[in-house]
């Protein structure tokens, strides 16, 4: 069972370092260079020398900004600088490619976080690469493309796996090592906690067990009753002590043995019979001698 959950759990990891593609955009005016992450549909972005270059912009009209609607192409070799809402990721895409772009930019206006572009359904008809990018590097690029009086020329390359964000590496490397641990824990103390129940007798079960009274003989002879004790504290019985007496014909002072058969054992201290069967026999391994 432990080796299953280790394999599932491995290749998880191994499915998640795969969508994990990170690239970055390199501003070639400023040489500033800022990173995304590429799409879970599409096309890959080439990894050639050059990159895939071409020029950054955002749509002329601020309500076409989200990219939902296919619009006029600013420029020749235009990358789609589009915000994130108002549609799914794979509509923004499909109508920026009808709209001429060579790649998508899609970024986040309000939350600095990284998430990663994913489309339900066939995604064969799209032929151009789409990134998405945080807050941050979505103000950048946008506010970048606005002061420049040309069109802003931007590279897009594919990052390698050693320049992964800092984030990124702690969650493959330290998280999920920790999930998988805490997985494991978590499974082993059910299963001690479920084992430990099943060798408790109820509490219902035990109070419905019979009770009587223990009455000293009254020979005179103390050799009648100096082994007259309960064999859990090693107290001799005195007149009046109320003994609990077990299916195998053991007896108990009351107070100890329901102790010990709802938080200890559920078997008779003494010849260990297994006080929740339901039928005893009067033949137990220490009254048949």
């Not at 895939?52 to 749509?59: D, R």
């Not at 906690?193 to 035990?206: G, I, S």
């Not at 002879?221 to 004790?229: C, K, L, S, V, Y």
Request: aromatic fraction near 8%.
């Amino acid at each position: 069972m432990i080796r299953s959950t280790l394999i599932l759990l491995f290749l998880s990891l191994l499915v998640y370092q795969s969508q994990l593609v990170l690239a970055s955009i390199t501003v070639l005016a400023t040489n500033e260079t800022y990173v995304d992450r590429m799409a879970a549909f599409g096309p890959r972005i080439e990894e050639t020398e050059d990159g895939l270059t071409g020029y950054l912009m955002a749509p002329l009209s601020p309500d076409l900004r989200h990219g939902c609607e296919v619009v006029e192409p600013p420029s020749d070799k235009w990358i789609a600088l589009v915000e994130r809402g108002n549609c799914s990721f794979i509509d923004k895409v499909r109508s920026m490619q009808q709209s001429g772009a060579i790649a998508v930019v899609v970024g986040d206006k309000y939350y600095n976080g990284w998430v990663t572009m994913y489309a339900p359904g066939d995604t064969s008809d799209i032929r151009i690469p789409s990134v998405f990018v945080a807050q941050r590097q979505y103000q950048a690029l946008l506010q970048l493309s606005e002061l420049f009086k040309q069109p802003m020329e931007v590279r897009m390359e594919k990052d390698d796996i050693l320049t992964w964000p800092l984030l990124d590496m702690l969650l493959v490397v330290v998280l999920s090592p920790a999930v998988m641990m805490l997985f494991i824990y978590t499974t082993w103390r059910m299963r001690q906690r479920q084992q430990r129940k099943e060798e408790l007798a109820p509490t219902d079960f035990v109070t419905k067990l019979p009770l009587r009274k223990f009455k000293l003989k009254e020979t005179g002879n103390e050799d009648d009753t100096r082994h007259a004790e309960c064999a859990i504290c090693l107290e001799d019985y005195v007149d009046g002590d109320v003994l609990r007496v077990l299916p195998c014909k053991h007896e108990f002072h009351s107070t100890c043995v329901d102790a010990w058969l709802t938080g200890h054992k559920k078997f008779c201290p003494v010849c260990k019979f297994d006080v929740c069967r339901k039928e005893a026999s009067e033949n137990t391994p220490l009254l048949s001698v």
